[in-house]
């Protein structure tokens, strides 16, 4: 079994920046999750692919809506994920959840844990 547990949310104005945290324990992450990802779901949207990157960080895959303003990063040494986001924007307000998987894909079904989301609300 793994945990994930997500932190960092909050309110904050467009143009303003937040990263997000993602703390794994349980299972031992040597090696995996081969693949740790960010989704979100915004209010009467279905939850979608951000930002994802495999154990070694030898890739990384983005969403258009958040290619050049967020960045994924990890440090395995301490089972964390980051979501670096910078220039904010009202569309990116949602909850958001850490993920870890087998492989690197923007499919939902793909990832076999999740964490409880933290939400981020981007005001005008």
């Known amino acids: 079994q793994v945990q994930l547990v997500e932190s960092g949310g909050g309110l904050v104005q467009a143009g303003d920046s937040l990263r997000l945290f993602c703390v794994g324990s349980?299972?031992?992450?040597?090696?995996?999750?081969?693949?740790m990802a960010w989704f979100r779901q915004a209010p009467g949207k279905e939850r979608e692919f951000v930002a994802g990157?495999?154990?070694?960080?030898?890739?990384?895959n983005y969403a258009d809506s958040v290619k050049g303003r967020f960045t994924i990063f990890r440090d395995n040494a301490k089972n964390t994920v980051y979501l670096q986001m910078n220039s904010l924007e009202p569309e990116d307000t949602a909850v958001y959840y850490c993920?870890?998987?087998?492989?690197?894909?923007?499919?939902?079904?793909?990832?076999?844990?999740w964490g409880q989301g933290t939400q981020v609300t981007v005001s005008s």
């Open positions: 993920a870890a998987g087998s492989v690197l894909v923007r499919r939902i079904g793909s990832y076999d844990y």
């Open positions: 990157i495999t154990w070694t960080s030898s890739s990384t």
């Open positions: 349980g299972r031992t992450f040597s090696g995996w999750p081969v693949a």
